[in-house]
């Protein structure tokens, strides 16, 4: 007989958590309530550069019961570690601060109100210091904010003539037409609809903290360091978390350092819970982009040379931008033959909000650029935008900028297919009114860690026969919405053979579950998920050898197991990654495999533009995404569908406003995203080119919806009005200045 | 101040300042936590509960505007079974990180009890009170289109 479990993968289960969620039982932290617990507040700073003189109580408060906080009670490093040691949890008297909105003191109290009302009698000495609100300001060193050249990173990715400055510069020189172009993208807020939180619970010598977050061991990392404890006295649990898109990537482990802070000098639990004016001026952001582009091509549309400057701003510190960098530029080049490549990136030091990890992870920025190129090339030789890439795209056996030869599991012809077949359906007509026009746009996103990193990682994952005769999947990857809990629960019921109902996925906490890395890169699905595939066949295999030697051969499996239960005690399989074989990647010529495997898509746009108004409707939209395999259809078609539409809102209407470095716009009636009413239906094409090395041939699906339909909807404004959209978002101000050639100011009027 | 209204089908009495907002005394006071905060500010409508069966921001709510009236929260949706568009949330995966869907789902129920012919566009215009970060919007507009029908089909 077949095995039941044989059936689990590829088939929409209704979600683990659904239920739940559905009748509001979830508990998100703002849910849990801890005996003892006080609630916190965190006192910032209104200016963006300058040295801290002085923290003052206002003697007119009545501080009883209050508890405040500051860089000297930290009791290990004030640091948050993550790569460099370079930002504070909380800025010390007599140190630099380096954005508006850093963290400076600490309060809690019994209840919110008083927290923060105590908060607001905390005032700060400030000795200001010059501002550094741009990338161009900052590389003419106005001010010297980090090392010597106010570069956090810097990343070249150098093919054929591209090995130097002068070659490329021959190569454009040779080509028949040189497309050159300047694009800017904007910062972008996650805007997940819970707000950033934390519990801290300090105990036995240690701290338990409970939060909303996607990497338990990044937040763990951060607390030993912070604190100064080994690290079997810091527990750190994940809660159902609502939504997080990189957003709760890195910041957690601030809120965790506060949280921990205050419950330590409070000697009780605290809850730190932001409102969402809080979240939107302090927390990160993806990470505005500069970039200038030239395309050298031959008449007959061939693209023969590529010559990129990725310029992104990283803000105040380092935090993850050298890796955001790293995929930016590695993506820059895009899904297209080119012999001759350079491509030079730098992450640049301002006085801004530290600029983090969201959806794609530089990716969509370069994208951005590369796909306007593409569609100004296309005109430029007459070719229909579907041929032209078509004519240059990626197959089987080529090779990309940084020269990995494409072997396996390339959707190029399959999503560019089903580009051409959404484009054969004619475009509404234009009247006095609206004009419209249609955008497409190709792409590619490399799924797991980049180069070596998930080698160097070498993430672990569990699955356990409990000693009650269930199984359990353990692993530290999060379920922030995009369904963990359930794939991970197909998979093991796959690989052990055994309905999903006998599987439990328990969401995180460090002393249960072993280090799979962060939940981040595309990459649960495909590298934590084929670790949970080999541990849950290797635990099956177990127990069947267990149940030959002790004359349960003959037994069902369950039966089997549950014997071997009651006889052993709980048993355990783990899995730790490993390459697949062949790939391989150098660190310092930028060179070789690049990803273990990219996904591949298109995406069709339509849109309606209001010649008056220059209000832009996105009418159709058709999305076809290569993901290697479904493992639950519909859970892979709400990845695409929501990552579309962020990308399309970032295209359009996600406008963050900074006035003096400061976000100006930190509501959500001002900070907006996209309604129910302002979103296309959403026609999602899932096509399936097997992976050999994922679980039943899945591959990285969470970013790469977000990374094209922001250029799709540009150039379908472009094809409306038949004037470039070369910057995003595409608000109507700015589509107004380049149809009508208008001058207009992001920044808005400043107030005195 | 003691504000007595009717929760979830039952009478309920709470000694509490009348400005404070319904939101808290839910949450806080009432131990009512499915009905979530998100910004605070009645943009997002993740704290949506109905008051004499029309959906409102129980964050822009003072306790005290209750007073007398029924107030149903996520909790309150469906009794022991799932109402079918909570089932249908869950079938049709409209739901994934959930903090948006009790709102949601009480918005959804609330169309279907006034206009249970609304077609997608109408649907879409309905819910704009209500922000997904999470789904593009697709798979829940299918989910209530569907509980719809259920609904429908299940009616004498």
Redesign the interface.
Known sequence: MRPPGQTAVGF?L??V????????????V??ITVAGMMHGATVRSDVGHGILRAIHRDPAFDWTGVTVATAADIPGQNVIALIEPDQPALVAIGNTIRHPDEAVALVCAPTRARALAAAAHVRLEIEPLPLVLSVEASLHLKQVLHGDDNIFARFEVKKGAGTSAAGIDAALAAADIVIEGTYETGAQE??????QGMIAIPGDGGIHIIGSLQCPYYVHKAMVALLGLPGDKVVIQQS??????GGKEEYPSMIAAHAAILSLAAGAPVKLIY??DEDIGATTKRHPATIHHRMGLLRDGTIVAQDVDVIIDGGAYVTLSPVVLSRAVLHAAGPYRCKDVRIVGRAVATNAPPHGAFRGFGAPQTTFAYERQIQKAARAVGMDPVAFRKKNMLRPGDDTATGQVLTESVGSEDVMAAAEKASATPLAPSDDQVRRGRGVAFYFHGAGFTGSGEQRLAGRAQVALTAGGDFEVRSSSTD????TLTIFTQIAAAGLGVEVSCVRVPEPRTDDVPDSGPTVASRTCMVVGGLVDRASRKLRGRIEAWAREHGHGDAPFIAAARAMAAAEGEVTADAQYAPPPGIEWDDKTYTGAAYPVFGWAACVVDVAVDVDTYEVTIERCVHAVDVGKAIHP??V??QI??????ALGWGTLENVVYRDGRVANR???DCI?P???D?P??E?ILIEKPFSFGPHGAKGVGEIPMDGPAAAVANAIEDALGVAIDEIPAIPERIAIAARGLSFSTEGPHTP | MTIEFRLNGRAATVTASPWRRLLDVL?EDLG??????????G??G?CTVLIDGEAVNSCLVAAGQVSGREVT???GL?GDA?HAV??A?????G????????GI?LTAARILAREPDAD?AR???L???????????????DAIIDAAGHIKSEEP
Request: charged share 25%; hydrophobic share 30%; net charge neutral.
């Open positions: 929409s209704p979600r958590d659904g239920v739940a969620k559905v009748t509001g039982r979830a508990r998100y703002d849910d996650q805007m997940y609809i819970e707000p159902v978390t609502g939504g997080g898109f409102d969402r922030i919405g995009q369904g519909i859970i078609k709400g569908e929501g990552g579309t539409l962020q509501r959500m009636t995203v309604t129910f009413a979103a239906e959403i999602t | 949450r009512f936590t499915g009905t979530k905060e998100g910004c605070g500010e943009e997002c993740a929260t996520i909790e469906g799932l909570q089932d949330l869950v079938r049709f995966g739901t994934q990180c959930g903090i948006c869907t009790p789902a997608r649907i879409r215009e819910c704009a009170g209500n922000i997904c970060r999470c789904t593009g919007y697709q798979l829940i507009v």
